[in-house]
């Protein structure tokens, strides 16, 4: 099996008292399509080559 290209293990991130990220642990491959979507259906896509 190859090596991800983007490993996050034990992600948290805080602003003031609120969690926007808790816990989040994903890997992606090579050639794969990756999408961070908020809890609307809102967020970021990422494109790696």
């Given amino acids: 099996m190859n090596e ?3 490993s996050v293990n ?3 991130k ?3 008292n609120r ?3 808790d ?3 994903f890997a992606v491959q090579k ?3 990756f999408a961070l ?3 609307n259906g809102a967020g970021h896509a ?3 080559e």
Avoid: C, Y
Wanted: charged letters at 15%.
């Fill in 4 to 6: 991800p290209v983007v």
């Fill in 10 to 12: 034990n992600l948290t």
């Fill in 14 to 16: 805080s602003f003031g």
């Fill in 19 to 21: 969690k926007a990220v």
């Fill in 23 to 25: 816990d989040l642990s």
């Fill in 31 to 33: 050639g794969e399509v």
């Fill in 37 to 39: 979507l908020g809890h």
């Fill in 46 to 48: 990422f494109r790696w």
